[in-house]
T-cell receptor
Framework: QKEVEQNSGPLSVPEGAIASLNCTYS??????FFWYRQYSGKSPELIMS????GDKEDGRFTAQLNKASQYVSLLIRDSQPSDSATYLC???????????FGTGTRLQVFP | EPEVTQTPSHQVTQMGQEVILRCVPI?????FYWYRQILGQKVEFLVS????????KSEIFDDQFSVERPDGSNFTLKIRSTKLEDSAMYFC??????????FGNGTRLTVT
């Protein structure tokens, strides 16, 4: 079983719509969860972090965590073409401080 | 805002040569990492470094890899004898304890 799983996409949404990105993880003891955005050829850029069950909102972004279901999601409201990128879900490992990344979901926002 | 800086941005080397990738982490961070990303694949953990020693390493980080913090600011990744399959983007990252990782812009390594 993969440690962090994401649908690779592409997920295509029209400008102004809500994009919903999902992630599941295997280590039940994981405590820290992150969403990174990666443009092609660039480095991962932190968008959101979430540590407890429920929702966390920051501007147009909402992260949702359900530890019982081992599920993390990211909602992007009012999607813009500039949001088109690959979104990486990352989870801390049980053993230490490293992050384990999913393969990423490619989001395409069309005008 | 402080950032992680990596040099060079692109390194081309011949198979069998040694390369050193350099990183300057954010100054008050204590945890340092190297990740790599082969084109079209996921970001993979290589090694983490804390308190002047390796705290964890992956299966990828075999004997041909080494890391060093030669002074108070630099953090280097050395690949002793490069192979074609080492071609990838190499990202350095740093963090405070229990905090998100901040990534540098990466070094694109091309082994010919």
């Amino acid at each position: 079983q993969k440690e962090v799983e994401q649908n690779s996409g592409p997920l295509s949404v029209p400008e102004g719509a809500i994009a919903s990105l999902n992630c599941t993880y295997s280590d039940r003891g994981s405590q820290s969860f992150f969403w990174y955005r990666q443009y092609s050829g660039k480095s991962p850029e932190l968008i959101m972090s979430i540590y407890s069950n429920g929702d966390k909102e920051d501007g147009r972004f909402t992260a949702q965590l359900n530890k019982a279901s081992q599920y993390v999601s990211l909602l992007i409201r009012d999607s813009q073409p500039s949001d088109s990128a690959t979104y990486l879900c990352a989870v801390n490992s049980l053993r230490g401080d490293k992050l384990i990344f999913g393969t990423g979901t490619r989001l395409q926002v069309f005008p | 805002e402080p950032e992680v800086t990596q040099t060079p941005s692109h390194q081309v080397t011949q198979m069998g040569q040694e390369v050193i990738l350099r990183c300057v982490p954010i100054s008050n961070h204590l945890y340092f990492y190297w990740y790599r990303q082969i084109l079209g694949q996921k970001v993979e953990f290589l090694v983490s470094f804390y308190n002047n020693e390796i705290s964890e390493k992956s299966e990828i980080f075999d004997d041909q890899f080494s890391v060093e913090r030669p002074d108070g600011s630099n953090f280097t990744l050395k690949i002793r004898s490069t192979k074609l399959e080492d071609s990838a983007m190499y990202f350095c990252a740093s963090s405070e304890r229990n905090s998100p990782l901040h990534f540098g812009n990466g070094t694109r390594l091309t082994v010919t």
